[in-house]
């Protein structure tokens, strides 16, 4: 594996000023003048450290509400962690998030080029995948249909396959998706997320499974009460995880 | 006949995937307003069509007004100002409608504002070509200053931008700003001569014509689409200017603000 840093996370930390909305207008008014002051304190992260090599498949798991989803967030740059902290990321970072921008008023054709193109694949590269998408969706019949007659399952395998024919350098996936489907489409996703994703590029894995992490992941790092606590080793993360849980 | 044009446009673009995903996001959100409707794009023309009609009669009809070719005349700054309306209600909301995209993917945000201008721009050029349907009607040849007419929509549209950025950073912060928009539209709409001649604010109210750059814009695209109708070169380069500015100063306003704004959406 290159030792070559895609992704430095430095004292990322992170507090929320929360406004009260039952509150008066003029507490209202005070908290968006000064929330330090007149707004509740919520402090979600406390000084993150890691650092992500290429090729790396790190694994993230905390309870819900630790904080990883505002790491996250830090990470792609949606919001910003309190002074003093820094986020290096070398090259594109995408969050695979099924369906994100499907319309359900547009066809699978047109869904296919728009979430292709935000996923960053050019019209030439969309193309070139087109059929290949398609196929894999089975949706051969419906591609000039609207999403809106789409079943689930033929929407779910549609959105999939457009990830699963995503670019970029850092793949961030948030509780994935190998779920989709029938037994059959279960295992060729498995099959294509092998050998698309999960072969060579640099992947943070937020997850609950800890079966998934085990199986994927080469690194651990665990949220636990907006602390992140980094394993090299995944089996003892796990434990460290399991400890935090039950005490 | 719209997708064919998009697909044509679509293989001239350069193979970018920054301009392409502008591209494709401004498209959708335009089909997405009208591709439901059983008249589709027509309705995109019934709004204004509906409303110069209206006009035309209380203004010919009622108010005696004499001008020559006066549907025409509306028709060009009404045209220029219900895009311009819609662009900047719609545009105060983008962050909260394309939070999705904001959260997954690492791109310029302000691409988000330019698919938007472009998707109300489509629209807008939709019904340029029925003003030029009804000015064939009327036997009205082009203004002599039309080569400048493209100058004209860069200025709404560098305009129509900036206001755009700002509404949409204030709105999450302060949603009575959308009321006070309005409020300021309303006065737009009666004060930017789309209905007579806004030279007289020129005159009158020179001021008024520098903080409204709509007075100067609609008298140009008069002068660019219809006859005899005088060119205000001054107003021509100062709005350009001013909207150019407006959007550089509103950038900065955003790139400063932003990551403030996403945590309270």
């Known amino acids: ?247 | 006949m719209t997708d064919r044009i998009f697909e044509f446009v679509e293989r001239q673009l350069p193979k970018n995937n920054r301009i392409e995903r502008i591209w494709k996001i401004a498209q959708v959100d335009f089909k997405r307003r009208y591709y439901n409707d059983v008249l589709g794009l027509l309705w995109a023309l019934a709004n204004p069509l509906s409303q110069i009609g209206l006009y035309y009669f209380i203004f010919t009809r009622i108010f005696k007004k004499e001008q020559e070719n006066y549907v025409l005349y509306i028709f060009c700054g009404i045209i220029l100002w219900l895009a311009f309306a819609e662009a900047t209600r719609k545009g105060s909301l983008i962050l909260k409608e394309k939070q999705y995209l904001m959260e997954n993917i690492q791109f310029n945000w302000v691409d988000l504002y330019i698919s938007h201008m472009l998707s109300i721009t489509y629209g807008m050029i939709f019904n340029f070509f029925a003003y030029a349907i009804i000015s064939l009607l009327y036997s009205n040849s082009y203004g002599t200053y039309f080569y400048l007419f493209p100058v004209v929509l860069l200025t709404w549209f560098l305009f129509g931008l900036a206001i755009s950025i700002i509404l949409s950073l204030l709105r999450p912060l302060f949603e009575d700003s959308f009321h006070i928009w309005n409020i300021l539209l309303n006065i737009g709409f009666w004060s930017s001569g789309i209905f007579y001649s806004g030279s007289y604010f020129f005159e009158n109210y020179t001021w008024f014509s520098y903080i409204n750059p709509f007075v100067g814009v609609i008298l140009n695209a008069r002068a660019c689409l219809l006859e005899n109708n005088e060119l205000y070169p001054f107003w021509l380069i100062y709005n350009f200017l001013f909207a150019a500015v407006f959007l550089v100063v509103a950038i900065i306003i955003f790139k400063k603000n932003i990551k403030k704004i996403t945590e309270k959406i």
Request: contains cysteine; hydrophobic residues 45%.
């Open chain 1, 1 to 247: 594996m290159e030792e070559r840093i895609v992704l430095e996370v430095k004292n990322v930390a992170k507090t929320f000023y929360v406004m009260d909305k039952h509150a008066s207008m003029g507490k209202r008014v005070l908290s968006l003048i000064n929330p330090k002051k007149h707004a509740q304190r919520v402090e979600a992260l406390k000084a993150v450290n890691f650092k992500v090599f290429k090729g790396d498949f790190l694994g993230i798991i905390g309870e819900n509400g630790s904080g990883k989803s505002t790491l996250l967030k830090i990470i792609i740059g949606y919001i910003d962690g309190d002074e003093g902290g820094s986020v290096k990321v070398s090259g594109r970072l995408t969050k695979l998030a099924l369906g994100m921008a499907f319309d359900d008023a547009l066809t699978a054709r047109d869904n296919i080029y728009l979430n292709g193109s935000i996923f960053g694949l050019t019209f030439d590269e969309i193309r070139e995948r087109f059929d290949e998408i398609v196929k894999y969706a089975e949706v051969e019949q419906f591609i000039n249909t609207p999403l809106r007659f789409y079943s689930s399952g033929m929407r779910s395998r549609l959105a999939l396959s457009i990830a699963l024919h995503a670019e970029a350098d850092i793949f961030l996936i948030d509780e994935f998706f190998g779920e989709v489907g029938d037994i059959g489409f279960k295992a060729k996703s498995n099959n294509i997320f092998n050998n698309r994703i999960a072969n060579g590029k640099t992947i943070l894995f937020v997850s609950h499974f800890m079966n998934l992490i085990e199986k994927y992941c080469n690194r651990l790092l665990v949220i636990d009460k907006g602390n992140g606590y980094l394993f090299e080793n995944v089996q003892e993360g796990l434990l460290f995880y399991k400890n935090q849980v039950s005490a």
